[in-house]
């Protein structure tokens, strides 16, 4: 079995440069983003982070997209700002997730204040979303098509758009979306949806809604908008995203990830309990197949809405004012597993595990029921003894005895290696997806084979045919 070692000697290994992104990507998810807004693309040394393709495979304009900034006023549309963004990211060979269409918020006055029949607010949003998302036709991996439509207890939030249309706006939205780009992905997205609730059975009751109607509807976008050791349990946030898949979406994620200290300034012991939380985060999503990527909701505190919003809370992010990297980034590197770049002439190959148990194994379900039997498996196959069987033989003649000896030696030995290895083979399979299972797979053929190499050279020095019957005769 593997065991992790400490976080200080994966980073004193030359092998972990690795970065966001190319690790993510090698667990198994699509991407690992960020976002971005306008105002900090004249900062160089934040762009050349941000554009960093091992880094941020993905990106999503915080702002440029809303209502308030692409229609400002009736039929006036204005695509300067999102454009920007959307070609940094085609520049840059980057996914672009594009934020937002139906929102209550940053809606241009002449939207919220309205006077609407169900017929002219209906005209409004399709004509709305038809001209955005056939501007961006193509260039959006996904888009949140609604934005924050509950309320906490899961009904739904009254704006514009539902005191006018009720809930038919959902579908209609959808609708529109797909048609003005059918092979964009499309995503119901909001905040504290991370873990079972009422909330959450709320957004099963969005999905199942738009499904009936006949619409398309891809995704759940959890925003995971969080608090320093208050983050959901890791089992509790994959339930969550099940109960997502289980309402008929092919795919979740992570989309506007940011976990806060309510207090500041942030402590030694605040920045390792902040980083545990977001390697919860990463467990969690590695653990859902449906997981396809996690996006922060852009890298530095020195741009973080945090401040603004809630007053004397903050450092929520993985890079400090300085765009120095905190503890919370290497916990989001150790916990993606092996570094793809990883030297394999390193000794010692279990130091780029994850977490205190290497989650991609001992966290799926097979593992958990596995794990304990090969334990046991494993028990007693250390416990097989060759003389143990000799004294049942002593009875018969000293060839008989010592042919019988090698027979169910070399048969009963080596059939338990091969049921250890078999099962583990399970286990990896079933626990682990992507690059992860190959390596275990791997590495668990080579430690099993060693053993057995070892035996049979064993038995060649120790056990030779003289030395193997004057022992049978002798005992």
Known sequence: MLYSTALTALLALPGTSAQLNKLAKAAGLLYFGSATDNGELTDTNYVNILKDTDEFGQITPGNAQKWQYIEPSQGSFSYTSGDQIADLAKENG?????????????????????SWTEATLTSVVNTHISNVVGHYKGQCYAWDVVNEALNEDGTYRTNVFYNVLGDSYFALAFKAAAAADPDAKLYYNDYNIESTGAKQAGVVKIVSLVKDAGAKIDGVGMQAHLIVGSTPSQSSQQSAMASYVAAGVTEVAYTELDIRFSSLPSTDSGLQQQAADYASVTKACLAEAACIGITIWDYT?????????????????????????????????YDFGRDPDYDADHEYYDVVRSGPDYDCLYG?????VWWPKLDRLHSLRGGFDLYGWQRLL????????????????????YISYAIVLVLETVTVVSSCRGPNAIDELLYNLSGHMFPVAASVLDLVNNYSWYSLASRIILF
Not at 364 to 368: Q, S
């Open 394 to 413: 002593l009875p018969m003649p000293v060839m008989g005895r010592f042919g019988l000896t090698f027979i169910i030696y070399m048969t009963g030995g």
């Open 301 to 333: 505190d020195k741009y973080s809405w945090i401040p603004n919003t809630f007053s004397g809370q903050g450092d929520a992010l993985l890079y400090d004012f300085d765009l120095v990297k905190k503890p919370a980034w290497t916990a989001r590197h």
């Open 364 to 368: 799926g379900e097979m593992g958990a």
């Open 94 to 114: 980057q996914l672009l997730r594009c934020h937002t269409l139906v929102w209550y918020s940053q809606l241009p006055s002449w939207v919220s204040s309205g």
